[in-house]
C-alpha cells in the first residue's frame, strides 16, 4: 500500500526538480513555514510561499540539485533524506540532508526543517553561496541572528 505524505514529497520533488511552482504549491500550505540552516544570506525562516520561492530561485543560480535517498512517514511527519550538490559557482558543495515535513489537517505541508549533514559548508563566508549573492550586489555577510530566532534577547557574542 503506498503512503500518500510520501507520494506527496515525491511530488514536491519532481515539480521542483522542474522549477514547477504550481506543482510545489499543491504540496505545500499558503502559510508554509521552511527553516534554512546556516550564516548566509539565505538562511532563517521562510514564511509564505512567496518567500520560499525566492529562495527557491536564489538557490537556483548554484545550480542546486536534490536526488531522493530515503522517506520515512507516520501520521503527520514524512523524514527525508536526500543528496544536495550544487553545480555552479565557486565552491561547490555535495552532502546529506535530512527534512522534517510535517503535514497540517488539510494534507499540505505546513513546515520543513532542514538539517544539514556538514553545517560548516553553509556559513557565510564559504564561497559557494557568497559568490553568486555578491555578483548582483547583495549583502554576503553571515545573519547570525536568524539563527537565534525565536531565544528572545540576543545575546552579546551574536552582536
Known amino acids: 500500500m503506498s503512503d500518500p505524505k510520501a507520494e506527496a514529497i515525491n511530488h514536491f520533488f519532481s515539480a521542483y526538480a522542474a522549477n514547477d511552482v ?65 553545480t555552479q559557482g565557486v565552491g561547490q558543495v555535495d552532502t546529506m540532508w535530512a527534512l522534517v515535513w510535517h503535514f497540517d489537517a488539510d494534507g499540505q505541508v505546513d513546515q520543513v526543517v532542514n538539517l544539514s549533514g556538514d553545517q560548516h559548508q553553509y556559513h557565510g563566508d564559504k564561497p559557494w553561496m557568497c559568490a553568486q549573492i555578491q555578483q548582483e550586489g547583495q549583502d554576503a555577510k553571515p545573519h547570525p541572528r536568524k539563527i537565534i530566532h525565536g531565544m528572545g534577547k540576543i545575546p552579546d557574542y551574536v552582536k
Do not use: C
Not at 28 to 52: C, M, Q, T, V, Y
Open 22 to 86: 504550481k506543482g510545489m504549491s499543491t504540496v505545500l500550505a499558503p502559510d508554509i513555514e521552511w527553516n534554512i540552516p546556516g550564516h548566509h544570506p539565505l538562511s532563517g525562516i521562510k514564511r509564505g510561499l512567496d518567500e520560499l520561492v525566492s529562495f527557491f530561485d536564489q538557490l537556483g543560480k548554484t545550480g542546486f540539485q536534490a536526488e531522493p535517498v530515503f522517506l520515512g512517514s507516520n501520521g503527520e511527519y514524512v523524514v527525508d533524506i536526500h543528496r544536495g550538490w550544487t
